[in-house]
């Protein structure tokens, strides 16, 4: 099935504990992105990749890493989870056309992290 | 910075009834704005787009219309169904902002037979 796949679905971790969080689309996506959402503050965009090679901050970055390891995959690395980090996490991808901005985000189905 | 309001929910409608969910948006740029749609355990699907001032994004029922000289873009639709309980995003992009995304909180909706 085309689209973003995002795995594993559920993990619960403890404190200090670290974990890495897949990512890939077979769309053929220039931009991919990785969000968290927590209950009454929609989604909020913790690093983005512009194109393959390239990663940039968004707005909460603080005790995450990113990896663009090819034009497909974009892994999202918590070196030491903390309580704070429970959230779900969604990754997306959006192509480059003429007018870019106009084109809507891919979603995958996310990531549900707990820690205790 | 660009920043998107919707109103809270939980918003609770009985089946046929209409349903209206308040957006607005603060942008520097000329964003392109988007419904994105949550049903339970799943990702966010858009709904419906609009890039320009005054377009009418419009799907399943569903519309939206992009008003520059209110900054809003309300989502509207005459008779909702039990299958339209979700949670409904509004998104601003802003191509100046490197397409990234700004969401608001997000509107539970729950449809009652």
């Known amino acids: 099935n085309a689209g973003v796949t995002q795995t594993p679905k559920f993990q619960v971790l403890k404190t200090g504990q670290s974990m890495t969080l897949q990512c890939a689309q077979d769309?053929?996506?220039?931009?991919m992105y990785w969000y968290r959402q927590d209950p009454g503050m929609g989604l909020r965009l913790i690093y983005y990749?512009?194109?393959?090679?390239?990663?940039d901050k968004g707005e909460v970055p603080n005790g995450y890493n990113v990896s663009r390891l090819n034009k497909r995959e974009f892994s999202l690395r918590l070196e030491s989870a903390a309580p704070s980090q429970t959230s779900v996490y969604f990754c997306?991808?959006?192509?480059?056309?003429?007018?870019?901005?106009?084109?809507?985000?891919?979603f995958g189905d996310g990531t549900r992290l707990s820690i205790l | 910075g660009n920043s998107v309001t919707q109103m809270e929910g939980p918003v609770t409608l009985s089946e046929e009834a209409f349903l209206t969910i308040n957006c607005t948006y603060t942008?520097?740029?000329?964003?392109?704005l988007f419904w994105y749609v949550q049903y339970p355990g799943e990702g966010l699907q858009l709904l419906l787009k609009?890039?320009?001032?005054?377009d009418k994004g419009s799907n399943k029922g569903f519309e939206a219309t992009y008003r520059k000289e209110t900054t809003s873009f309300h989502l509207e639709k005459g008779s909702v169904q039990v299958s339209d309980s979700a949670v409904y995003f509004c998104?601003?992009?802003?191509?100046?902002?490197?397409?990234?995304?700004?969401f608001g909180g997000g509107t539970r909706v729950l449809v009652k037979p």
């Open positions: 609009a890039t320009k001032a005054d």
């Open positions: 942008a520097t740029g000329y964003p392109s």
């Open positions: 990749s512009a194109s393959e090679g390239t990663t």
């Open positions: 998104a601003l992009s802003d191509r100046a902002a490197g397409n990234k995304l700004t």
């Open positions: 997306a991808s959006i192509g480059q056309g003429l007018v870019g901005s106009n084109q809507p985000q891919h």
């Open positions: 769309m053929n996506h220039n931009s």
